[in-house]
Each structure stands twice: as structure tokens, then as C-alpha cells.
């Protein structure tokens, strides 16, 4: 079992927690989540300890996300908690897409190489552990609009606008 070191952080629409190993980002949970579902999660992650000073590169990167100017590179990942080869593949295809870009869940589903797994994608999206480092914010649907988002779609739409601004200069 991992030691998992956590830290609160402030976004424009609330709180959020963010925790880690020694291998990287392993979870964001956003305040809009069950906070006794997410102390479970943790917990079953590993032995946890707040530690926002052990956590200042990821925090400052993820101030910089927030404001739509991240440092590079983005923090590492520890994905070993996600055992699908499908959810893999969609969020190496939501990596892909850079900053100020959207793609629709169907485009996603293709570039994962699965086309018809459109409403799958999805799941992966709404259940990705590490949103904000693997931006499921720039997943949309066909018709153009958001679509909901774990942090919540007022949070998704603030990502996508401070995106596409700072792309736009």
C-alpha cells in the first residue's frame, strides 16, 4: 500500500482535494463529491497525510491550469487504478487533445479506436480520477454543447472559456 499525500486547493467555483504517490496525481476530488465516498477512496488508495508543502509543484500546476496557463510539463499521473485497457486508451485520447480544442464524445470513442463505444467514453470522462491533469473538460458533445463535468458544469464552462482565451492571443 502507497502513501497518499493530499492537499486542498481553490478554484473559481469551490474546493477541491488532490492526491498523490510517489508516482504521481492519483486522484482530484472535487467538494461537489460524497467527502465521506472520497475518505473511503483515499484510505483504500493507501495510508493518507495532508501535506500541501509535499505537493507544491502539482498545486502550482494546477493554479496555472485553473487559470488557463499552466506550467509544462503537467504533473505525472499514477493511473494503476484504472485496469481497463479501454479507459486507457480514452484518456491517452483525451491527453491528446491540446488546450483551447474540444472533441465530442463520439470523435473521442473513435480515437480510442472503439467508435461505437460512445456512451462508454462518456463513463471513462465522468469517472476519470485525475480531471483538470487529463482535461475531460475538453470533451463536449456532438451537438456543441458541455455536457456535465465531475466538478460540476459551471466549473467545465469557466475551463473551456479561460482555454480558449488564452489560445486566442
Not at 492519483?26 to 465521506?36: K, L, M, N, T
Not at 463520439?106 to 460512445?118: E, K, M, S, T
Not at 458533445?141 to 489560445?167: C, N, P
Amino acid at each position: 500500500m502507497d502513501e497518499i499525500v493530499t492537499a486542498e486547493f481553490t478554484h473559481p467555483y469551490g474546493t477541491a482535494r488532490v492526491a498523490a504517490t510517489a508516482h504521481g496525481v492519483i486522484r482530484i476530488a472535487f467538494d461537489c463529491e460524497d467527502r465521506a465516498d472520497v475518505a473511503t477512496e483515499f484510505a483504500r488508495l493507501g495510508a493518507v497525510r495532508d501535506d500541501p508543502a509535499a505537493l507544491d509543484d502539482t498545486l502550482r500546476w494546477l493554479a496555472g491550469a485553473l487559470e488557463g496557463t499552466p506550467d509544462n510539463p503537467a504533473p505525472a499521473c499514477d493511473l494503476r487504478g484504472v485496469s481497463s485497457p479501454f479507459a486507457r486508451d480514452v484518456l491517452a485520447a483525451i491527453e491528446a487533445v491540446p488546450p483551447g480544442r474540444t472533441i465530442s464524445y463520439a470523435d473521442l470513442a473513435a480515437a480510442a479506436g472503439h467508435p461505437r463505444a460512445i456512451r462508454a467514453a462518456a463513463h471513462v470522462c465522468a469517472t476519470n480520477p485525475v480531471p483538470l491533469v487529463i482535461g475531460c473538460h475538453r470533451v463536449v458533445r456532438s451537438d456543441g454543447t458541455i455536457g456535465d463535468y465531475r466538478g460540476g458544469t459551471a466549473l467545465k464552462s469557466y475551463l473551456l472559456r479561460r482555454e480558449e482565451l488564452v489560445t486566442a492571443r
